[in-house]
């Protein structure tokens, strides 16, 4: 993450909240960093401006000690104008490109904490639209376990505004793959 991402959001209120809790930890978003390979462009690249999202902080409460997992993640997203789908609404499209990349997050987190090879994909994505996702704003996106039954995990998702209005919500399955050939 980005020093200023940080900074930016911490001259929101809201956001400096959040940001200055001590009990939470802040994420490194790899998915916001180039890669020579072009993997995570979509993040990194095309979705990475002044006019799109221009800051993007995670973070996840400190675990207690022996937890065997982090419960949920929460992540701070700028959205601008180029995201729109309509004048000043976010398209949907992008709000459930965003919560897919929230909840890949929480299961990444969790998988390097455990030591876990391999990464996760997103076998399938529901999400409801409640309220127009409108720009430009900043919204907190969460994600919290559901049931993990082996390689699966049940994922949900909220994006909300800065009043605490829930806009979407979202649920998936990832599946860990713990080989890059391997299948679903």
């Given at each position: 993450?980005?020093d200023s991402?940080?900074?930016?959001?911490q001259s929101?209120p809201?956001?400096a909240k959040?940001?200055?809790d001590?009990?939470?930890?802040r994420?490194?978003?790899?998915?916001?960093?180039?890669?020579?390979?072009?993997e995570?462009?979509l993040?990194a690249?095309?979705l990475k401006?002044?006019?799109?999202?221009?800051?993007?902080?995670?973070?996840f409460?400190q675990p207690t000690p022996?937890?065997t997992k982090?419960?949920e993640?929460r992540?701070?997203?700028?959205?601008?104008?180029?995201?729109n789908?309509?004048?000043?609404l976010?398209?949907?499209g992008?709000?459930?490109?965003i919560?897919?990349?929230?909840?890949?997050?929480?299961?990444?987190?969790?998988?390097r904490r455990?030591?876990?090879?391999?990464?996760?994909?997103t076998?399938s994505?529901s999400?409801?639209f409640l309220?127009?996702?409108?720009?430009?704003?900043?919204?907190l996106?969460?994600?919290n376990?559901?049931?993990?039954?082996?390689?699966?995990?049940?994922?949900?998702?909220?994006?909300k505004?800065?009043d605490g209005i829930?806009?979407?919500?979202?649920?998936a399955?990832?599946?860990?793959?713990?080989?890059?050939k391997?299948?679903l």
């Amino acid at each position: 993450m980005a020093d200023s991402d940080i900074e930016y959001l911490q001259s929101i209120p809201w956001c400096a909240k959040i940001l200055g809790d001590p009990s939470f930890v802040r994420i490194p978003t790899s998915t916001r960093q180039f890669k020579e390979s072009t993997e995570d462009t979509l993040f990194a690249e095309t979705l990475k401006t002044d006019d799109t999202i221009r800051a993007w902080v995670a973070v996840f409460r400190q675990p207690t000690p022996g937890a065997t997992k982090i419960e949920e993640v929460r992540t701070i997203i700028t959205l601008g104008y180029r995201l729109n789908g309509y004048p000043h609404l976010c398209h949907g499209g992008v709000v459930a490109t965003i919560m897919d990349e929230v909840m890949g997050t929480l299961c990444s987190v969790n998988k390097r904490r455990n030591g876990i090879i391999g990464g996760s994909v997103t076998a399938s994505l529901s999400v409801s639209f409640l309220k127009p996702v409108r720009t430009p704003q900043v919204v907190l996106v969460t994600a919290n376990f559901g049931e993990i039954k082996g390689r699966k995990s049940y994922v949900e998702s909220s994006m909300k505004a800065s009043d605490g209005i829930i806009l979407a919500k979202a649920e998936a399955l990832f599946i860990r793959i713990d080989d890059p050939k391997e299948r679903l």
